[in-house]
């Protein structure tokens, strides 16, 4: 995270393991920030990332957009928003390294699988 104009605060982790961030406006307030600066079309919702593909320098996202059915979408780079532990449980390939994915599995998220970016 990106500390700017003493917008971000520094909070101690409990378990010690890590440093954690709180953004002034919440993570609402990021994720507005960086949906302005999109243009209209390029932005899609309503749709659940099930895997990140990366081949012949691009990454291939495939999504669900209803019950059963997927699309898939092709990308220069991909932004990954979910928190780290979420963020574990999507289908890489390659896949991550297992130092890497260890890592964002045991990095602590605010109610669990509950939380929405």
């Known amino acids: 995270i990106y500390e700017r104009g003493g917008k971000a605060q520094k909070i101690p982790n409990p378990q010690g393991d890590s440093v954690s961030f709180r953004l002034e406006g919440g993570t609402g307030a990021l994720i507005k920030g960086l949906q302005d600066q999109l243009p209209g079309d ?3 919702m309503d749709r659940k990332v099930l895997s990140l593909t990366e081949q012949d320098g691009h990454v291939e996202i495939s999504v669900e957009v209803s019950l059963g059915q997927e699309e898939i979408y092709r990308a220069q ?3 990954v928003t979910l928190p780290p532990r979420l963020a574990a449980g999507l289908q890489y390939t390659p896949e991550l390294p297992g130092t890497l994915a260890q ?3 045991r990095t602590p998220t ?6 929405k970016v």
Do not use: D, Q, S
């Open 77 to 79: 780079r991909v932004i």
């Open 103 to 105: 890592a964002m599995f």
């Open 42 to 44: 390029k932005l899609l």
């Open 110 to 115: 605010w109610m669990g699988n509950a939380m």
